[in-house]
């Protein structure tokens, strides 16, 4: 079983869609959570970053994050053409070492 | 504020050859980070520098790999001699602390290496 888990994807939504995207992971120490968008040929950006269990909210984006579970979660409101790309999950315990999951690769249709 | 810039950008070499990437990280940044990504599968960690100290190196190809960050700020990643599986992106990213400290890291564009 690897560390960080993640629905490879593709995922296919039409332009205004609410998206949800998911990783799993198995190490309870990890206690910061990230998430980037990374487009074709570019390196990953920093979407959202979560400390803890709880949610957060920038703009169209929603990060939520069950420890219990071990789940974290994005949801992406009013889906834009411009959001196609690969997002992937990461997550640390102290901010030494990162660990990625593989990435779901999402395509938004107009 | 410029942001992690990385050289080459494409780099396509026979197998066995020697081959070298080049990172300047964020200005005032201490961590610098070496990642390869696969095709299809997210980053994965050769090599942490906290200012000059390589402080994890785990993950590093020692026989193969090797790097360096002269005065904690530009760095260097090499591979002798290039095998047919070293072809991927090598990614630099940055961040502003050190151990211990919770910030996140910021990515180079990358470098896609090809081995023939």
């Known amino acids: 079983q690897k560390e960080v888990e993640q629905d490879p994807g593709p995922l296919s939504v039409p332009e205004g869609a609410i998206v949800s995207l998911n990783c799993t992971y198995s190490n309870s120490a990890f206690q910061y959570f990230m998430w980037y968008r990374q487009y074709s040929r570019k390196g990953p950006e920093l979407l959202m970053y979560?400390?803890?269990?709880g949610n957060k909210e920038d703009g169209r984006f929603t990060a939520q994050v069950d420890k219990s579970s071990k789940y974290i979660s994005l949801f992406i409101r009013d889906s834009q053409p411009s959001d196609s790309a690969t997002y992937l999950c990461a997550m640390t315990v102290h901010g030494q070492n990162f660990v990625f999951g593989p990435g779901t690769r999402l395509s938004v249709l107009p | 504020e410029a942001g992690v810039v990385q050289s080459p950008r494409y780099k396509i070499i026979e197998k066995k050859q020697p081959v070298a990437f080049w990172c300047n990280p964020i200005s005032g940044h201490n961590t610098l980070y070496w990642y390869r990504q696969n095709l299809g599968q997210g980053p994965e960690l050769l090599i942490r520098y906290e200012n000059e100290e390589a402080v994890d190196d785990s993950q590093l190809p020692k026989d193969r790999f090797s790097a360096e960050r002269l005065k904690g700020v530009d760095s260097t990643l090499k591979i002798q001699p290039a095998e047919l599986g070293d072809s991927a992106v090598y990614l630099c990213?940055?961040?502003?602390?050190?151990?211990?400290?919770?910030?996140?890291?910021?990515f180079g564009p990358g470098t896609r290496l090809t081995v023939l």
């Open positions: 990213a940055s961040s502003p602390g050190t151990s211990g400290s919770s910030d996140t890291q910021y």
């Open positions: 979560t400390y803890s269990s």
